[in-house]
């Protein structure tokens, strides 16, 4: 049903899901003052225990949104392959000058979100390498510090200070940059040489240094490099895999969060890592068999899992 009151204040924002990053974009926006609403598949109330970077508690209360209220500002931080159901569910319930932040590992097509939008309705992007997760269902644990990106995909107006502002508080510190997409694919590039290997191998980041993933690293990034390339977005190959090794190294004692979906036998975001790869390649006529390959292992290894 179509939502009949007013929509919400400028300081509330309503967050899909409820899972470690939007827990933690919630946790924190409530600490800085905004309200936080969670739109769920069981809409409950959540007391959440939220544990920051300094090992400091807070309990918290997170309400559901509630469902006659028009949603004017929206945090969409689920898995890629929910992105586009989860979307097309809340549509009906925004605001016609709603803005949306999607933030997502990995790569989809935009356009068909995109087009589903009004008019006056905004877009946007937010990228992060911050890190949460949940020891249990009503915990959330800021476990490591990074930044964020983000970008407007649309060219409506709308307050757009309040959402760089409100972002800042719930996933900060935010970098507002005018094109997502290049930093989307080295973020890409590192996610193809990493994530299916660590989980195909049960291994942490920092084996895929050894000299036996070598081939395949430069395979897979190179690929990624040459789609880049071809769509506009100029990757060098040599600095890429360079990038791709720093990142192991700094990340030697992680598991991935392929490794860890696998391991716990959840589907993973591979469709939007490799698969991306390989349907953006077939667009192009382009070849890219180790980004197939690695499709299907680790496609077949999760259907049988
Ligand atoms: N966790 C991190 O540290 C981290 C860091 C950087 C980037 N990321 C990326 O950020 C994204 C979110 O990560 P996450 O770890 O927070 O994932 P997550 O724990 O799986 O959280 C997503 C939540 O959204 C829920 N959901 C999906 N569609 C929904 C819908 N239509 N209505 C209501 N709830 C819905 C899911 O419910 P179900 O579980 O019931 O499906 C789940 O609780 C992923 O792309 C991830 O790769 C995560």
New binding site residues.
Partial sequence: MAPISSPQSALSWCI???????LLAGARLQQAGYTATL???QPDAIPLQFTDLTQQYQQQILLPQPKDQAIARLLV????Y?VL??VA?LLPYLSPNAQLVI????MIPIAPLLARLRPAQGLWFLS???????PAADHVVH?GEGLSYLAKLTASDGNDSQVIAAMNAALGPVTVVPDIYPMLWQKLAINVAINPLTALENCQNGQLAHPRYQSQISALTTEVCLVANALGYPMEPTATVQRVYQVITATSGNFS?MQQDMQAGRQT?IAAICGYICQQAAQLQLSVPVNQQMLDRVLAKTATS
């Fill in positions: 899909v899901g409820r899972g470690a990053i939007g739109w769920l598949k931080p689920v898995k890629a929910d159901n989860a569910q933030s997502h590992n990995g992060t390498s911050q890190a949460a997760y949940k476990s969060s975001e």
